[in-house]
């Protein structure tokens, strides 16, 4: 409908690029008239290597159960218009729009560094998020593989790991899940922001479908690996009305337990997804943005621990309530596996450093 067909920009959640607040001098458009040469508004993506000097990061927020993450990808392919991590992205020089989803870093000795992190002697057993920032399983992971590789240095040590992801591709490595599954390290959360195709194509470009990643939870789920779906994040206005279904769909294919945030616009993030809700929803603009606002003391943004991610207020008490009663009727007395902690060996892994 709508707003594809009226100017949205297909393949990409960010219509521009916004200003990185990091740069003293930026480009304007003022009279495009002017301009010989027609502007680029749909780049091609384009890749870069960095080297960093560790991959395992501790996570500080008190809102988050894992205390640590590692990320192979910065900058995310999927175009997801509301992802808090456009905002890191500009630490590099990139702008939270359009770069994010079209300018890629890419840690290639992320495999090697985890490895070395594990080998350490001060490293103790800890579950660690991979893609706590962008999709570990986003395109490029195709012909990577670095994720596949730190799952196979995981799983030669013994630790735990739980994956967040949007991509189907995550079933190309059900060989290594399965068996981190019979030891109990691993979870797999799939990401299921709504069923309705039409809101993921503009939401999401640039993921796997809403059925698809349906599927996905049905064979990892026969293939014993133990799944969380993430109903994330709930847009009021938008797409808070299908909780239940999500949830009734992901229980009935598998999904052990099932988990939410509200969305909130910290940052860049404000202005890029309230150009794209002006375009790709005119008709729901004030609706969706006075929502958002009653969930955040009447702010887009929320920095508040405890309360940036489920909300306040009567519309996120609201969908609290849809959200534990789903949960009631659905997965009542399902639950995740705990991850074992007492199988790490750093004797086995420390082979895996003669792979790299």
Same mark, same amino acid.
């Given at each position: 409908?709508? $707003?594809?067909?009226?100017?949205?920009?297909?393949?990409?959640?960010?219509?521009?690029?916004?200003?990185?607040p990091y740069d003293k001098q930026y480009h304007v458009v003022e009279h495009?008239?002017?301009?010989?040469?027609? *502007?680029?508004?749909?780049?091609?993506?384009?890749?870069?290597?960095?080297?960093?000097? +560790?991959?395992?990061?501790?996570?500080?927020?008190?809102?988050?159960?894992? *205390?640590?993450?590692?990320?192979?990808?910065?900058?995310?392919?999927?175009?997801?218009?509301?992802?808090?991590?456009?905002?890191?992205?500009?630490?590099?020089?990139?702008?939270? $729009? *359009?770069?994010?989803?079209?300018?890629?870093?890419? +840690?290639?000795?992320?495999?090697?560094?985890?490895?070395?992190?594990?080998?350490?002697?001060?490293?103790?057993?800890?579950?660690?998020?991979?893609?706590?920032?962008?999709?570990?399983?986003?395109?490029?992971?195709?012909?990577?593989?670095?994720?596949?590789?730190?799952?196979?240095?995981?799983?030669?040590?013994?630790?735990?790991?739980?994956?967040?992801?949007?991509?189907? =591709?995550?079933?190309?490595?059900?060989?290594?899940?399965?068996?981190?599954?019979?030891?109990?390290?691993?979870?797999?959360?799939?990401?299921?922001?709504?069923?309705?195709?039409?809101?993921?194509?503009?939401?999401?470009?640039?993921?796997?479908?809403?059925?698809?990643?349906? +599927?996905?939870?049905?064979?990892?789920?026969?293939?014993?690996?133990?799944?969380?779906? *993430?109903?994330?994040?709930?847009?009021?206005?938008?797409?808070?009305?299908?909780?239940?279904?999500?949830?009734?769909?992901?229980?009935?294919?598998?999904?052990?337990?099932?988990?939410?945030?509200?969305?909130?616009?910290?940052?860049?993030?404000?202005?890029?997804f309230t150009d794209w809700l002006k375009k790709a929803y005119p008709d729901?603009?004030?609706?969706?943005?006075?929502?958002?606002?009653?969930?955040?003391?009447?702010?887009?943004?929320?920095?508040?621990?405890?309360?940036?991610?489920?909300?306040? $207020?009567?519309?996120? @008490?609201?969908? @609290?309530?849809?959200?534990?009663?789903?949960?009631?009727?659905?997965?009542?007395?399902?639950?995740?596996?705990?991850?074992?902690?007492?199988?790490?060996?750093?004797?086995?892994? +420390?082979?895996? =450093?003669?792979?790299?």
């Amino acid at each position: 409908m709508s $707003g594809i067909d009226k100017g949205i920009i297909k393949g990409r959640g960010a219509q521009y690029n916004s200003v990185n607040p990091y740069d003293k001098q930026y480009h304007v458009v003022e009279h495009i008239e002017g301009i010989d040469e027609p *502007m680029e508004t749909n780049p091609v993506t384009k890749f870069f290597e960095d080297f960093p000097k +560790k991959i395992i990061n501790k996570v500080e927020s008190p809102d988050l159960g894992l *205390m640590y993450s590692m990320n192979p990808y910065q900058g995310c392919e999927h175009g997801c218009i509301y992802c808090y991590a456009r905002n890191s992205h500009q630490y590099w020089g990139f702008s939270a $729009g *359009m770069d994010f989803e079209s300018r890629i870093i890419i +840690k290639k000795n992320a495999p090697t560094l985890l490895s070395q992190q594990l080998s350490h002697k001060n490293w103790e057993p800890h579950p660690i998020m991979l893609s706590g920032n962008t999709d570990c399983y986003q395109p490029i992971e195709r012909k990577l593989k670095l994720t596949r590789r730190m799952l196979e240095v995981l799983l030669s040590f013994r630790n735990p790991v739980s994956i967040i992801t949007k991509n189907s =591709l995550v079933l190309r490595d059900i060989d290594i899940l399965r068996e981190m599954a019979s030891m109990n390290l691993v979870h797999v959360n799939i990401s299921i922001a709504s069923l309705n195709e039409e809101i993921r194509q503009k939401l999401e470009p640039r993921t796997a479908t809403y059925a698809q990643r349906l +599927k996905v939870i049905e064979h990892l789920s026969k293939a014993s690996v133990p799944v969380n779906v *993430m109903v994330a994040p709930v847009i009021p206005g938008l797409t808070n009305y299908e909780i239940p279904e999500i949830i009734k769909q992901a229980a009935d294919r598998g999904a052990l337990s099932a988990a939410y945030t509200i969305v909130r616009l910290n940052g860049s993030i404000a202005e890029i997804f309230t150009d794209w809700l002006k375009k790709a929803y005119p008709d729901r603009f004030s609706k969706v943005l006075n929502l958002i606002k009653q969930c955040h003391g009447g702010q887009l943004n929320d920095s508040r621990f405890g309360r940036r991610i489920m909300g306040e $207020g009567n519309i996120a @008490a609201s969908i @609290a309530d849809i959200f534990h009663a789903a949960i009631n009727k659905y997965m009542n007395g399902k639950q995740m596996p705990a991850f074992n902690l007492q199988s790490f060996n750093r004797e086995t892994g +420390k082979g895996q =450093l003669n792979l790299f």
